[in-house]
């Protein structure tokens, strides 16, 4: 990344945590000693679909060249979101997909049709589950675990996802952070889980996909586990969640644990 147009994905997240850690922080670290039983689970989109296939898709497109243009477009995916929510200057996550995908192909200086970009865009659309997904998700429910979606995701893409990979009975609610118009790591998009289920936050676990949002979550003051899949080091952020695989597989038997405490 270009340090001289753009600041750096930490000194976003520095910056979007801020408002945050000062008032959380001592609350998450406090609950830290004693386990709450956990009721509920508020699951990121990424943890459960698995958006792999549109980055195929843009090797089809472009042969040789979806490398570079995804990793550009997923990170300015991500940095526009916290951009947009620290400058106050919302719109959804279909409008700052475009748009990082836009920037993505100047800056890599690929040519892209019109038609090219709604197929790229139309992935979001029809992303499935991860293999370990439904097995996981269905033990949760015969065990009595509420869940419901906590993404930045348009209920429109969250709702198209769910439909695709067949879950369409398992998540008791799809909370876009449209509601709020600020994305996660802003405190708003985290209490969405708390009103929803009417519970306390200790009370509910946030699964997170991305470092950054596994941190956030937990200074917001979430229990929070990390799906890595991509076998990542924690962000710098003072915080860890509680617990971290590279899927989902041992979901259960994690809160079964943490229950038992």
Same mark, same amino acid.
């Not at 997170?208 to 917001?220: C, S, T």
């Given at each position: ?73 997923r990170t300015r995916q991500f940095e526009y979101t916290w951009l947009r929510t620290v400058s106050g200057s919302y719109v959804d996550f279909w409008q700052v997909t475009e748009d990082a995908l ?10 892209? %049709?019109?038609?090219?970009? +709604?197929? =790229?865009? *139309?992935?979001?659309?029809? /992303?499935? @589950?991860?293999?370990? &997904? ?25 709702? %198209?996802?769910?439909?695709? +990979?067949? =879950?369409? *009975?398992?998540?008791?609610? /799809?909370? @876009?952070?449209?509601? &709020? ?45 990390? &799906? ?34």
């Open positions: 990344m270009n340090t001289n147009d753009c600041l750096g994905r930490r000194d976003f997240l520095r910056l979007t945590t801020a408002s945050v850690a000062a008032g959380l922080l001592a609350s998450a670290l406090a609950n830290a000693a004693t386990h709450s039983k956990i009721k509920a689970i508020a699951f990121d989109a990424f943890p459960i679909f698995n958006p792999w296939p549109v980055f195929a898709l843009a090797e089809e497109l472009f042969p040789g060249r979806a490398a570079e243009l995804g990793n550009e477009w836009h920037y993505a192909a100047k800056k890599v200086k690929i040519g892209m %049709s019109q038609g090219q970009v +709604s197929q =790229l865009m *139309d992935g979001y659309l029809n /992303l499935k @589950s991860w293999p370990d &997904v439904a097995p996981a998700l269905r033990l949760l429910k015969m065990e009595g675990i509420r869940m419901v979606l906590l993404s930045n995701f348009t209920s429109h893409m969250m709702n %198209s996802c769910v439909m695709c +990979s067949g =879950l369409g *009975d398992i998540f008791e609610g /799809l909370l @876009s952070t449209d509601q &709020v118009k600020a994305f996660k790591p802003d405190p708003r998009a985290y209490e969405m889980g708390i009103k929803a289920f009417d519970l306390d936050r200790e009370e509910i676990l946030f699964v997170a996909h991305g470092g950054w949002d596994a941190a956030g979550a937990k200074i917001f003051g979430y229990p929070t586990y990390w &799906v890595n899949r991509l076998s990542l080091p924690p962000e710098e952020l003072g915080v860890m969640p509680d617990g971290t695989a590279a899927d989902l597989k041992g979901l259960a038997h994690f809160l079964q644990s943490r229950n038992s405490q």
